[in-house]
Structure formats: structure tokens, C-alpha cells
């Protein structure tokens, strides 16, 4: 019934995290999503619960082992919900987007890979069809953070997680340009007026404002958003 994530990862002490806390961890103790981990580790070979060896054909660090992620993940599989994808956080992966996070929160749960050393034996990725995706140009230390920043943009969009309808197609790329700016009282502040179309009480004006804001902003932030939004336009 609630969306479920199951998290394979080295570090279950890792999780919730932030996903605990604000709107994602009142959802959590509310039941509108689950989470669960599986300890790779205790699927680890011998006394010492190896989970991992040295590249084949050499190299520096560590491989996670199939035969040990491959337990891990039927464990994971046989309580979650089917037609649930399988993902694997990895900075080689296809780049995270809101359209993804969108898509995400239409299925029945999400198992994630958190991968830590060099990464998974490819015969694993492979073998189970294993969706790889990346948050960002950057290399983190392990997947856990990937996941949690995943899991955030998903439970949000989760039906009944956020009050205000309205907010989530209102925001950053919901029509694929950044977001215009915002002001608070006071009405001036540190010399500072708010741009006084704001506080007009012209809806129409002040939504033309917001709109010329949002594009003069993407324009010269994001050329890659604003090429993609002329281009959807025409
Ligand atoms: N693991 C390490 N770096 C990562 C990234 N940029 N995205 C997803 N998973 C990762």
C-alpha cells in the first residue's frame, strides 16, 4: 500500500537521516512511505563478513562481491512490492531529474544499491537489469547521500505528503524554469524595498513579473533549461 524503500548499504545507521526529520519524517511516522535497509554486510562471506575484493586485472581499491550483493538483493526483493525498480547510486549513472522523481513516486516503492570503494561487479548490474543513476557530476564517497537525496525529491511528491498542492507545480521545474524570486515583510529592510508590482494587488501584473523574473534568471544561470524550454515551447 505505502510506498517502500528498501536500501542495500554498508551503513544502515546512515538512514533516515534528514529523510527522518521535517516533512519526510512526519510522512514516515505517519505510514505514507516505509523504509527499510539490508545490512550488506551481514551477507558477507566468513568470520569477517567480506563483502568485497580486489579488481580484477588490478588496480587500486575494493569490488563489491556478486555472490554477496546478490544475496542482499533477493533478500531486499522478497519484501518488496513488485513492478518496484532496482538502483544503483552511481556517479556513472543517468543524471537524477525531477521528471525521474515524478515518475518514482507513481510505483509501488523504489530498492536502492549504495555502493562504497571503486563499485559493483558488472556481472551483478547485469544480471538483474540494474538501473544506474547519478544526483550530479560529482563523486561522493558512497551512495547513501545519493539515495537519501532521492528518496527526498520522491517522498514529497507521494499523495497526502505535502499540504499544499499548489507548491509542487508551482516550483523550479515543474514548467521547466528556475524559480522567481521571493519577499517577506518588512517592506523594507536594510534600504531594500519589495518590488513594489508585489504588493500591488494585481494578480495578473504580479504574475508577469514572476514569469519575465523566472526567465531572465534561467537564461543566464541555465542556457541548457532555457534551450530546452523555447525548444518545448515551439
Ligand atoms: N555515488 C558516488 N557518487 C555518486 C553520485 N554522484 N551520484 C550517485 N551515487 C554516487
Known amino acids: 500500500r ?21 516533512l519526510t519524517g512526519k510522512a514516515l ?9 539490508v545490512p550488506l554486510r551481514t551477507f558477507g562471506e566468513g568470520k569477517h563478513r567480506n563483502v568485497d575484493d580486489t579488481p580484477a586485472g588490478g588496480g587500486a581499491g575494493m569490488v563489491l562481491r556478486p555472490d554477496v550483493m546478490a544475496a542482499a538483493i533477493a533478500t531486499a526483493r ?21 521528471r525521474m522523481a515524478r515518475d518514482l513516486a507513481t510505483r ?3 530498492t536502492m544499491i549504495c555502493g562504497r570503494f571503486e563499485g559493483l561487479d558488472q556481472r551483478v548490474i547485469d544480471q538483474f537489469d540494474i538501473a544506474e543513476v547519478s544526483i550530479g557530476d560529482y563523486v ?4 547513501e547521500l545519493a539515495a537519501q537525496v532521492m528518496l ?22 515543474s514548467d521547466g524554469l528556475l524559480e522567481h524570486p521571493q519577499y517577506t515583510r518588512p517592506a523594507e529592510w536594510q534600504g531594500r524595498p519589495i518590488p513594489p508590482v508585489l504588493l500591488s494587488g494585481n494578480h495578473g501584473a504580479v504574475a508577469d513579473w514572476r514569469r519575465a523574473q523566472s ?6 544561470r541555465r542556457p541548457d533549461l532555457w534551450q530546452a524550454y523555447k525548444d518545448r515551447k515551439d
Open 140 to 143: 561522493l564517497t558512497g551512495g
Open 215 to 220: 526567465e531572465a534568471l534561467t537564461k543566464a
Open 78 to 98: 522478497a519484501s518488496q512490492h513488485a513492478g518496484a525498480p532496482l538502483i544503483y547510486l552511481s556517479p556513472r549513472g543517468r543524471p537524477f531529474t525531477q
Open 2 to 22: 505505502a510506498f517502500r524503500a528498501q536500501i542495500i548499504t554498508l551503513f544502515p545507521e546512515a538512514f533516515p537521516g534528514t529523510l527522518g526529520l521535517s
Open 152 to 173: 527526498d525529491a520522491v517522498v514529497r511528491l507521494l499523495p497526502g505528503v505535502l499540504g499544499n498542492a499548489d507548491s509542487t507545480e508551482e516550483e523550479s521545474f
Open 108 to 110: 509501488p516503492g523504489v
Open 29 to 37: 511516522k505517519e505510514g505514507k512511505w516505509q523504509l527499510n535497509t
